[in-house]
């Protein structure tokens, strides 16, 4: 047995049953848009209701899944939200990274590094969003303020799903992963103005994967896997 099925078989019941359904969220196997109940989801993962509620509960918290008039669906992608929350993690990422300039120690941002290099390797969505495999949190959390941690931390995952169509491919892992390597090194050399610049670039480029990511997967989820409007 691998280490992740050894750690998944470890968990709780209801750990175990929310990380799958997550998973199968998170890598569109539950496409956006579906209808789903308690009783096929209890049939699906071989689980009872109890366990599987709490995942649901869960699950609306992280605005992965939505009360629907059946039971839940899969919540859609929300296009007018995603282009809000861009712009919102370029004001807070902006501000973060200034902070990280100043205050960043050296043995923090090795450590950033190391989480860069994992990046390159294999990974499920679900163990991506439990090892919380984000570079962005990591540096806004070297700013010191625990307010814009929090902010980028809330943008990312409600962003999530809609970035692993994106973080799914080892050529887009392979951009990030050299542009997260310029990011970190500004920040060591405290150059301020040239960080700063350099993350919103790289905020801006990711938005854009990820638009037409989405365009490029309408035929696949149909008109219910999108909400046009905020």
């Given at each position: 047995?691998?280490?992740?099925?050894?750690?998944?078989?470890?968990?709780?019941?209801?750990?175990?049953?929310?990380?799958?359904?997550?998973?199968?969220?998170?890598?569109?196997?539950?496409?956006?848009?579906?209808?789903?109940?308690?009783?096929?989801?209890?049939?699906?993962?071989?689980?009872?209701?109890?366990?599987?509620?709490?995942?649901?509960?869960?699950?609306?918290?992280?605005?992965?899944?939505?009360?629907?008039?059946?039971?839940?669906?899969?919540?859609?992608?929300?296009?007018?939200?995603?282009?809000?929350?861009?712009?919102?993690?370029?004001?807070?990422?902006?501000?973060?990274?200034?902070?990280?300039?100043?205050?960043?120690?050296?043995?923090?941002?090795?450590?950033?590094?190391?989480?860069?290099?994992?990046?390159?390797?294999?990974?499920?969505?679900?163990?991506?969003?439990?090892?919380?495999?984000?570079?962005?949190?990591?540096?806004?959390?070297?700013?010191?303020?625990?307010?814009?941690?929090?902010?980028?931390?809330?943008?990312?995952?409600?962003?999530?799903?809609?970035?692993?169509?994106?973080?799914?491919?080892?050529?887009?892992?392979?951009?990030?992963?050299?542009?997260?390597?310029?990011?970190?090194?500004?920040?060591?050399?405290?150059?301020?103005?040239?960080?700063?610049?350099?993350?919103?670039?790289?905020?801006?480029?990711?938005?854009?994967?990820?638009l037409q990511a989405l365009e490029d997967s309408r035929r696949l989820f149909g008109a219910r896997g999108f909400v046009e409007g905020g």
């Amino acid at each position: 047995m691998g280490e992740a099925a050894k750690d998944m078989a470890e968990q709780p019941l209801g750990e175990r049953v929310l990380s799958r359904i997550r998973g199968d969220v998170l890598s569109l196997k539950l496409a956006p848009g579906e209808v789903v109940s308690e009783r096929s989801l209890e049939t699906a993962y071989g689980a009872s209701r109890t366990p599987i509620r709490q995942a649901l509960a869960e699950l609306i918290r992280e605005g992965l899944v939505v009360k629907a008039e059946r039971g839940y669906a899969i919540a859609p992608f929300d296009l007018q939200q995603l282009e809000e929350i861009f712009e919102y993690r370029e004001i807070v990422e902006d501000a973060a990274i200034r902070l990280a300039c100043e205050r960043a120690r050296p043995e923090e941002l090795d450590a950033i590094l190391r989480t860069v290099d994992e990046g390159l390797s294999d990974f499920t969505p679900d163990d991506w969003f439990e090892a919380g495999l984000d570079v962005h949190v990591q540096l806004a959390a070297l700013s010191g303020n625990r307010f814009l941690r929090d902010a980028v931390q809330d943008a990312v995952n409600r962003t999530i799903r809609a970035r692993w169509l994106v973080a799914s491919s080892p050529e887009a892992r392979a951009i990030a992963h050299r542009e997260h390597n310029e990011i970190i090194a500004l920040v060591r050399q405290r150059k301020t103005e040239a960080a700063a610049a350099a993350i919103r670039r790289h905020a801006r480029d990711v938005r854009g994967q990820i638009l037409q990511a989405l365009e490029d997967s309408r035929r696949l989820f149909g008109a219910r896997g999108f909400v046009e409007g905020g």
